[in-house]
């Protein structure tokens, strides 16, 4: 694969120079000032780019680490988890493996969940908590987490937490007006960093939970969190590299406009949703398809993983089908620092390629 390959990927997505080189600055304390000043500055434009007042935690992490973090310091009793793919399933899984007494609904993959039957769900059980996976990477279906998130205020002691990791700064998100208890991503999605961080809001209600939560460890604790939030710091040392790199995305975000970001990717979107449709045919349902992953169903059979290695080759990398579906769909990103002139020169490529391969 050439040093310069462009990452087409659901993650790691690509990542441009300026990103690479703000990451070089210095090294600082992760209890110093100048550390406090950086971390101000991130996580109030963070808040600022998900509509929120509330807290925003920072950690050296994957978003999977905060993923177990919510499970610990949220759940109090029962969870119900909304599955219609693979990280939906993993939400699951790590509930399970906390000791929470943990529900699925569960949906075909490729099809949404559906917001009459969360109310459902709810009326029937004795839940405190939702979670669901805005974005579902391995299907390529975005749930529509506006319409949820009603259905879960109908019900006043269910928490909501959300799993934003292939949504959060690829499409809007009203933290505070859908009422989002959690909402956390990893950066090496549509924030277009490199992978080790991630962020999370945090509602007051939350938090309130975390005061009672048992066997909620150390490192994940939204008390030990917010002990050192208050300072402007983190529990331990941060990953400063990726804070410079957050920093600058943050701020070249919002000097050209989230809105701008968010008609871009959708730009993408549609050109490689027409593109699939013309040659292959699309695996999620087309009233929920995701802004910023397309899952392509394979219908002419082709060996994906020979067409992958030939892009590799050409300096290309996008995804192969997750879990059970690999072989069966590929998956090509359109989020982060990509533009339509890089998701055009990709499906030329993959034209010439399946040629070669006939």
Not at 15 to 32: F, L, N
Not at 61 to 76: D, F, H, P, W, Y
Not at 94 to 113: H, N, Q, T
Not at 313 to 324: L, P, Q
Request: overall charge negative; glycine content about 6%.
């Amino acid at each position: 694969m050439s040093k310069n390959a462009k990452f087409f990927l659901p993650g790691p997505v690509y990542v441009r120079d300026e990103i690479k080189e703000a990451m070089k600055g210095p090294t600082i304390g992760h209890r110093s000032k100048d550390f406090s000043v950086l971390y101000e500055k991130i996580v109030k434009g963070i808040a600022e780019i998900l509509h929120t007042d509330g807290r925003i935690y920072l950690s050296s992490s994957t978003a999977t680490g905060l993923m177990e973090a919510a499970v610990r310091n949220v759940i109090q009793k029962s969870s119900l988890h909304l599955i219609c793919g693979s990280f939906g399933q993993l939400w699951y899984t790590i509930a399970k493996s906390c000791g929470k007494d943990a529900v699925p609904l569960e949906v075909d993959w490729g099809k949404a969940i559906k917001p009459e039957a969360v109310r459902s769900a709810l009326a029937e059980g004795n839940y405190d908590t939702v979670c669901i996976t805005h974005n579902e990477t391995s299907t390529g279906v975005m749930n529509p987490l506006k319409e949820i998130s009603e259905v879960v205020k109908e019900f006043e002691d269910v928490a909501l937490i959300v799993d934003a990791v292939s949504s959060m700064a690829g499409t809007e998100i009203l933290v505070d007006e859908w009422g989002l208890d959690v909402c956390l991503a990893s950066v090496q999605k549509a924030w277009a960093l490199p992978p080790g961080f991630s962020i999370a809001s945090i509602s007051e209600r939350a938090f309130e939970r975390s005061k009672n939560a048992e066997n909620k460890g150390f490192y994940f604790d939204f008390e030990m969190f917010e002990k050192y939030h208050l300072r402007s710091q983190t529990i331990s040392t941060a990953s400063t590299p990726h804070m410079y790199a957050l920093s600058k995305q943050i701020d070249d975000m919002l000097a050209a406009g989230m809105e701008s970001r968010y008609e871009k990717i959708i730009q993408m979107a549609e050109r490689v949703r027409e593109w699939a449709r013309e040659n292959f045919g699309l695996f999620a349902d087309e009233e929920y398809l995701s802004p910023t992953v397309t899952c392509v169903k394979n219908s002419k059979n082709i060996d994906v993983t020979s067409l992958l290695n030939k892009l590799n080759d050409k300096g290309y990398v996008m995804g192969n089908g997750y879990g059970k579906l690999k072989g069966e769909t590929f998956r090509i990103a359109h989020m982060g620092d990509l533009n339509i002139d890089d998701i055009e020169g990709l499906l030329r490529t993959i034209d010439e390629t399946i040629s070669e391969m006939e």
